[in-house]
């Protein structure tokens, strides 16, 4: 959530970043309620003095034993006026909290004026594309192959955009969660949390799912609950309307979960093997820290999970989002994507944002900046550690041997028993 004085002082400079993310949300009604509210706080203020002034003149009347019943029928009447402004003051409060849900967050000054994904900025490329003596296949293909991917049954039980791991492709994926969860827990100092996978709606309104992206999620209408789109909800909510110490900061957690989504904004685009599906696993990051910090900890944290692609061994690029590409929530972000041979296409497996206090605020997450001292917004940080479908793409088609079997990249092997190929 944007901070109401700042767009009441820059709201030239808020439509243009809102023009510029290619959102929507109206900054016009939100200077005529805030306005409005303004106007009813002040009158309700002189009606409450002129109140304290009648009840005073009354106390005056009783006392010199004079008759009070006009000045109790006019501070009933402004008691009364005073109620329905309260009314309206309810009313306008809501209207400006809804059109504040609606506005995304700010661009850092750091992030490429842009439309789509073309005008993304590549800032690092590491690894060799690899080469192959044959024609490499898909991940569908050599999933398929060694015994490890069913997508047919998957759309049997559960529709499109669902598959199976089965065998090899299982324990695989099993591996690459140990492996991650411990690069992150032992190495680069994140706690590890399991988390609910079903959360309220005001954690999905902290993280800021909602209202701008309901369509993509899953509702469970009955209760009034969803599916998390991604274990960030879970975690960065864990300390929502809580204010935390100066000695507390930064927190580092980090999460394994299932992930749950709609996609329904996302027809025509790739839909074949398990890039793009309804139900995935990942590892997730989260961080919570200082407004100083945060851009040196965005920085920590696309090095974290670009650890983990290093040592699988798998090439990869890093590209800052330009505007238009930007999420609603976020102020900056850098995508990760490996390549894919198989395919022949760069696949997003992490994206790591900077959401600086926009979710602390929707949240009321606040920090002390020293002991006894005031309070303020902490900025909040995610990424993903990865996430798997697409990883796991990454190593069938990357690894795949002209034979049909898939080399182990060494990390995982100690996760597998020592195995050291996968073949049907």
């Known amino acids: 959530m944007l901070d109401p004085k700042f767009i009441r002082q820059n709201p030239d400079v808020v ?20 306005e409005k509210r303004r106007e009813i706080i002040s009158t309700v203020e002189k009606l409450k003095a002129e109140r304290n002034t009648v009840t005073a003149e009354i106390a005056k009347l009783k006392k010199g034993g004079q008759n009070a019943d006009e000045m109790i029928a006019k501070m009933r009447a402004v008691g009364d006026e005073i109620a329905n ?3 309206k003051l309810q009313e306008v409060e809501a209207e400006i909290n809804n059109l504040l849900l609606w506005m995304p967050n700010m661009p850092h000054s750091s992030v490429p004026v842009g439309k789509t994904d073309a005008d993304n900025v590549e800032v690092k490329k590491w690894g060799e594309i690899k080469t192959f003596d044959f024609k490499p296949r898909s991940h569908w293909e050599i999933g398929e192959m060694i015994g490890g991917l069913d997508i047919k049954h998957g759309a049997t039980v559960s529709g499109s955009g669902f598959y199976f791991l089965t065998g090899p492709g299982a324990r695989l994926e099993r591996a690459l969660i140990n492996f991650m969860l411990d690069l992150h827990t032992l190495k680069h100092g994140y706690t590890e949390v399991m988390v609910p996978y079903i959360v309220g709606p005001n954690a999905m309104r902290g993280t800021g799912q909602i209202p701008k992206l309901a369509e993509d999620m899953y509702h469970i209408e009955k209760e009034d609950l969803y599916l998390i789109p991604t274990a960030e909800v879970s975690l960065t909510n864990m300390f929502a309307e809580e204010i935390l110490q100066p000695d507390s900061l930064p927190k580092k957690i980090c999460a394994f979960s299932p992930c749950f989504r709609r996609e329904a904004g996302s027809y025509g685009k790739e839909n074949r093997g398990i890039v793009r599906v309804h139900q995935f696993h990942k590892v997730e990051m989260v961080k919570i820290v200082e407004p ?5 900890e965005l920085e920590k944290l696309v090095g974290n999970a670009e650890a983990v692609l290093q040592a699988l061994g798998l090439p990869y690029r890093v590209r800052i989002l330009c505007t238009g590409d930007l999420s609603f929530a976020a102020a900056k972000c850098y995508d990760l994507e490996l390549y894919a041979p198989g395919m022949d296409a760069w696949l997003e497996v992490s994206s790591c944002s900077n959401f600086e206090d926009f979710q602390a605020r929707r949240m009321n997450l606040r920090y002390r900046t020293e ?12 990424g993903s550690g990865l996430a798997l479908p697409r990883t796991m793409a990454g190593i069938l088609e990357n690894y795949q041997t002209k034979s049909g079997e898939v080399i182990i990249p060494e990390p995982l092997r100690p996760y597998m028993g020592g195995l050291e190929v996968l073949k049907g």
């Open 15 to 34: 439509k243009q970043a809102i023009a510029n993310k290619g959102e929507k949300a109206d900054v016009d009604g939100f200077l005529a309620a805030d």
């Open 371 to 382: 002991k006894g001292g005031k309070t303020a917004f902490p900025h909040t940080l995610n």
């Open 292 to 296: 100083d910090s945060s851009y040196d």
């Open 85 to 87: 402004y309260d009314k």
